[in-house]
């Protein structure tokens, strides 16, 4: 008896082996096309969504993801760059940024984003280039990003002429920036330092080093060691320009201090002697001026704001002074005429508008002095919200300000 053979499935010819493995791997591309869109789609999705709400841990692990599934498409990796960036994760942000570069070199703000992290990372020469390009961007967010980063990479290259050029710009195009005046502020600072320190070693015994000294000195208060600096310069060069008005001017500040009638007495003094030098020097008249304005001696004030005008017309404080001298005289329309050119020239000066009040209403002006009170208790009230430096700092050009307790009676 024979015993049937068991056999095992059909045979298929060679052609239809290719069909069939065609089909399954076909099959396959599809299913796993649509899956990987899906997953595209939901990573792209959470990533923008945590991206636009500050989510960065978020925002990166959904673009990682999006990076491995899609390699080749630049935004994703200047995304992925830019989260680094806000995380401060300068190190990671530099090889996604370049390869966004690589992949599209058009791509925009990128090259700035790269070029900031590069400077984070204290690579600044390599920066450079890009932070320069940047800080000509006509986006204000980018200059003024990039102008941070150039201000500190010039600093760290050593070329610190060319981050006070840039700090100078960024003055002028964010000038109420807190950040932007803080940190112009430690540039200037510092520049001054180094120009000064840079004095010493090669003119330790110059005018002036010793002018230096002095007005360094007067800015802290220390007004026994500003004169005595001042009178050194004086001692190398008796006709040196402004020494005697500085030396008054730290006298004035001085007798405020002490109540010392001969720091009062030899102030004007030397204003004097500065007007021998010049005649013109208008800081000096007008310091004589207000000497005589505080001790009641109208005429003669009036004579010297008058003659400060003449050489300097635009000298605000001047102004107000005579104006002041001028009510006392009860030459009111005078004195309305140069309080509003003092309040056309600085229309912040509380005092003007305070002398101004109290002139309009002399005239009989009521409404027009209600408006200048209420102009003077505004400027008021912000300058008591606005904190105060903890030491004054003097400019060369700085002279005695106005003061409402030297305002005219109610």
């Not at 090259?111 to 800080?135: I, K, N, T, V």
């Not at 060069?237 to 030899?266: F, M, T, V, W």
């Amino acid at each position: 008896m024979l015993v049937p053979l068991r056999l095992g499935p059909p045979r298929c010819s060679s052609s239809e082996i290719g069909r069939i493995l065609f089909c399954i791997l076909f099959l396959c591309s599809v299913l796993f096309a649509q899956s990987r869109e899906g997953q595209i789609q939901s990573y792209s999705q959470r990533g923008q969504e945590a991206l636009m709400e500050g989510r960065y841990s978020d925002a990166e692990r959904a673009y990682e993801k999006l990076r491995d599934l899609e390699p080749q498409i630049a935004e994703i990796h200047a995304n992925l760059g830019l989260i680094y960036f806000e995380e401060r994760k300068f190190s990671e942000a530099v090889p996604e940024l370049r390869r966004a570069l690589k992949l599209k070199p058009t791509l925009a703000k990128t090259d700035s984003l790269l070029s900031m992290s590069l400077s984070e990372l204290g690579q600044y020469r390599e920066a450079l280039p890009g932070l320069e390009r940047s800080f000509r961007s006509p986006d204000r967010e980018i200059k003024r990003m990039s102008g941070l980063q150039l201000e500190r990479a010039y600093l760290g290259l050593r070329l610190e002429a060319k981050a006070v050029q840039v700090a100078l710009e960024l003055n002028r195009a964010y000038a109420d920036d807190p950040e932007i005046l803080y940190h112009n502020g430690k540039i200037f600072g510092s520049f001054a330092f180094l120009n000064m320190e840079r004095l010493a070693k090669v003119a330790p015994d110059s005018i002036w080093r010793h002018q230096a000294l002095a007005e360094a000195a007067e800015s802290q208060e220390s007004f026994d060691i500003a004169v005595s600096e001042y009178r050194r310069v004086l001692a190398l060069n008796p006709q040196q320009p402004g020494i005697h008005y500085r030396i008054g001017r730290s006298l004035l500040a001085r007798e405020r201090k002490s109540d010392s009638q001969e720091d009062l007495a030899n102030a004007e003094k030397e204003f004097e002697q500065e007007l021998a030098q010049d005649p013109r020097n208008g800081n000096a008249l007008y310091e004589i001026a207000e000497l005589r304005r505080n001790a009641g001696q109208f005429a003669e004030a009036a004579a010297l704001f008058e003659r400060t005008l003449a050489f300097h017309p635009d000298f605000e404080e001047a102004h107000v002074g005579l104006a002041y001298v001028l009510a006392q005289q009860n030459r009111f329309p005078d004195a309305l005429a140069h309080l509003q050119k003092a309040i056309a020239l600085r229309p912040e000066d509380e005092v003007a508008w305070y002398r101004l009040s109290q002139v309009q209403r002399s005239i009989g002006n009521t409404g027009e002095a209600d408006q200048a009170r209420v102009k003077f208790q505004e400027l008021r009230l912000q300058k008591s919200k606005q904190q105060e430096p903890e030491l004054p700092i003097y400019s060369t050009d700085e002279v005695t300000r106005q003061t409402i307790d030297n305002s005219l009676p109610n």
